[in-house]
Structure formats: structure tokens, C-alpha cells
Nanobody
Framework: QVQLVESGGGSVQAGGSLRLSCRASGFRYSDYCMGWFRQTPGKEREGVATISTGGSSTYYADSVKGRFTISRDNAMNTLYLQMNSLKPEDTAMYYC???????????????????WGLGTQVTVSS
């Protein structure tokens, strides 16, 4: 069955860094575009970054541009999110997701993604 398992979350002070990982199984990972999303209580899930099947195209939310980097390792079926210069407003549950509809990834819309992980919590203190 399809599984996406996130890891790497934790608590960090503002200005610090974290690297999230998402291990995929149960589907042909290299055929899917991937994305990172985040959500805080009472708010809608929002797109953070997406990446094409081969990794050559990436899209970022304006709020994270220049601070976060999405990447993937198709040999290891793993997605990454390097987060630098973290801010308290980055505090959220972070989810990875997969979609075959790669034409939609520029929009960073959760509704365009088919498979989801359970999330990993990131907390940034000031």
C-alpha cells in the first residue's frame, strides 16, 4: 500500500535549521511529483514547495523563498526539505504529498495531490 512517512521535525530556536525527510513506498516514486505542505490549528493547509519528477523544476511559497530548499533522491525514494533561517511563523505540522498531475504543482494546491503522509511537527521559538 502507498505510504509516505515524514521525519526530522522538532523544536528549534528562531534562526535555526531543520531538514525534513519523507520516505515513500508502495508506488512508483519517480513517476510522481512531490510536495511539502504545512498546517496550523484552525487554518487551512498551505503549500510550501513542490518538485518535479526528476527534480529539475521546483516551486516555493513566497513566505519560504530563499530559506527553504526542496529536493529528492529517486534512488532512495526520499523527499527532503531543508529549512534554514527558521521563523516562529514557520511553526506547523509539515506533510509530504505525491501527485501524478505534475502540471498542477506550480499552484501549490493541496487538492491537487493524491497521497499524503501523517506529518511531522516543527516548532520554532523566538
Amino acid at each position: 500500500q502507498v505510504q509516505l512517512v515524514e521525519s526530522g521535525g522538532g523544536s528549534v530556536q528562531a534562526g535555526g535549521s531543520l531538514r525534513l525527510s519523507c520516505r515513500a513506498s508502495g508506488f512508483r516514486y519517480s513517476d510522481y511529483c512531490m510536495g511539502w505542505f504545512r498546517q496550523t490549528p484552525g487554518k487551512e493547509r498551505e503549500g510550501v514547495a513542490t518538485i518535479s519528477t526528476g527534480g529539475s523544476s521546483t516551486y516555493y511559497a513566497d513566505s519560504v523563498k530563499g530559506r527553504f530548499t526542496i529536493s529528492r533522491d529517486n534512488a532512495m525514494n526520499t523527499l527532503y526539505l531543508q529549512m534554514n533561517s527558521l521563523k516562529p511563523e514557520d511553526t506547523a505540522m509539515y506533510y509530504c504529498a505525491a501527485t501524478v498531475w505534475c502540471a498542477a504543482t506550480a499552484g501549490l494546491r493541496p487538492a491537487d495531490f493524491d497521497y499524503w503522509g501523517l506529518g511531522t511537527q516543527v516548532t520554532v521559538s523566538s
